[in-house]
């Protein structure tokens, strides 16, 4: 009798561990299509970005937020503006810090509560100066 249940509750773990794996394996959702980015500076400012490497990493689960991570060399604690916008309207725009590990992060987001679907231009900027963009590019949420 001890033995089934020992084994009733391998079982068990095994199936919930099963169960979060093909959890986060709905994750996938994002096209992450190679939409080329672009870097730019007004030409009033003095600002040397050829040594800024960023990279843009959408995540989220499937039908709910979207979280975005951009990893940089950039130093931690340096402030960077997320600006997110759609062709219907919708804007987004967070302020996120560089973390000692090189990524900031933004924080769920959400049209309305709805998951963004649809083609979205993204830039991360200076959050004082929104002329020295270090990235742009777009991506296709759906």
Same mark, same amino acid.
């Given at each position: 009798m001890? %033995?089934?249940? !020992? ?5 068990i773990?095994?199936?919930? $561990?099963l169960m979060?794996?093909?959890f986060? $394996?709905? +994750?996938a959702?994002?096209?992450r299509s190679?939409a ?7 030409e009033d400012y003095e600002?040397?970005?050829? *040594?800024?490497t ?5 995540n $989220? =689960? ?8 951009i990893?940089? %060399?950039?130093?931690?604690g340096?402030l960077?503006?997320? %600006?997110m916008q759609? /062709? *219907?309207g919708f804007?987004? !725009? /967070?302020? =996120?810090?560089v973390l000692? *590990?090189? =990524?900031? !992060? ?6 309305n509560?709805e998951?963004l679907k649809g %083609?979205?231009? =993204?830039?991360?900027t200076?959050?004082? !100066? *929104? /002329?020295? +963009?270090?990235l742009?590019?777009?991506?296709k949420?759906?």
């Open positions: 001890k %033995n089934n249940i !020992h084994a009733i509750k391998i079982i773990i095994v199936a919930i $561990g979060l794996l093909l986060i $394996g709905a +994750v959702y994002i096209d190679e080329p980015a672009e870097t730019s500076v007004a600002v040397d970005l050829s *040594d800024v960023m990279e843009m990493i959408p $989220g =689960i499937l039908n709910g937020p979207i979280y975005i991570d990893v940089t %060399n950039l130093e931690p340096k960077l503006m997320l %600006n759609d /062709e *219907d804007m987004y !725009h /967070e302020q =996120i810090v000692e *590990d090189g =990524i900031a !992060h933004s924080s769920a987001i959400t049209d509560g998951h %083609n979205y231009d =993204i830039v991360i200076e959050p004082e !100066h *929104d /002329e020295i +963009v270090y742009k590019t777009e991506y949420f759906s």
